[in-house]
């Protein structure tokens, strides 16, 4: 069975670009989660989709960040415009029966 | 609200000899408390998982955690490394029953030495 897959793995932008992050979570899984680790911070959660519809999106940053989820199955994460403190380590989680999930590995973004 | 501290950014230890990773929390619910790992360039494993039912869990690869709900702690501990052990390793803490608003500690790198 595949696992929870995330692209790319890497990403190096400049400030003001904008980047996509894709998330396929392991099929079947109405629930996607996307998470942020800024560097040395602890890992923060920024939302929670339950097939297509935004359960939570309390940790969302900023207007600048946009998660959908079009027929409930893989996720995209915008950032636009992208800054210097939105650097950090992206990661998506998928689970079917809360409250195990399971974690991609995860996209490194760098904002230059 | 809820919170968790790993207090120890990293731990080293030899091989063969046992591990203790740290992880305190404070929950205003019944909490569900897990440990996951991850290793250099891959994804978060779960290691093991408290929902409230025996306070002594036991995980993969050896690994063991104990709910003690009187010194709000859940402590990972392993009794012989294994250098495949070395990883970074995470405390999470979510509402008992859900797993919306987790809260991940700042994580706790082993090292272990050959």
């Known amino acids: 069975e595949a696992g929870v897959t995330q692209f790319p793995s890497h990403s190096v932008i400049e400030k003001g670009q904008t980047v996509t992050l894709r998330c396929d979570p392991i099929?079947?899984?109405?629930?996607l989660y996307w998470y942020r680790r800024v560097m040395g911070k602890e890992i923060k959660f920024l939302l929670h989709?339950?097939?297509?519809?935004?359960?939570?999106e309390s940790g969302m940053p900023n207007n600048r960040f946009l998660a959908e989820r079009t027929g409930g199955t893989y996720s995209t994460l915008k950032v636009q415009p992208a800054e210097l403190e939105d650097s950090g380590v992206y990661f998506c989680?998928?689970?079917?029966?809360?409250?195990?999930?399971?974690f991609g590995q995860g996209t490194r973004l760098t904002v230059v | 609200a809820q919170s968790v501290t790993q207090l120890d950014s990293h731990v080293s230890v030899s091989e063969g000899t046992p591990v203790l990773l740290r992880c305190n929390y404070s929950?205003?619910?019944?909490?569900?408390l897990f440990w996951y790992v991850q290793h250099p360039n891959k994804g978060l494993q779960l290691l093991l998982k408290?929902?409230?039912?025996?306070?002594l869990v036991k995980g993969i690869n050896g690994f063991e955690a104990e709910f003690k709900k009187s010194e709000t702690s859940f402590h990972l501990t392993k009794p012989s490394a294994h250098m495949s052990d070395a990883a970074e390793y995470f405390c999470?803490?979510?509402?008992?029953?859900?797993?919306?608003?987790?809260?991940f500690g700042t994580g706790t790198k082993l090292q272990v030495i050959p």
């Open positions: 408290y929902t409230s039912a025996a306070t």
């Open positions: 929950s205003s619910y019944s909490p569900s």
């Open positions: 999470v803490v979510t509402p008992s029953g859900g797993y919306q608003k987790v809260t």
């Open positions: 989709f339950v097939k297509e519809s935004k359960q939570d």
């Open positions: 099929s079947g899984h109405d629930n």
């Open positions: 989680a998928s689970s079917q029966y809360n409250p195990e999930a399971f």
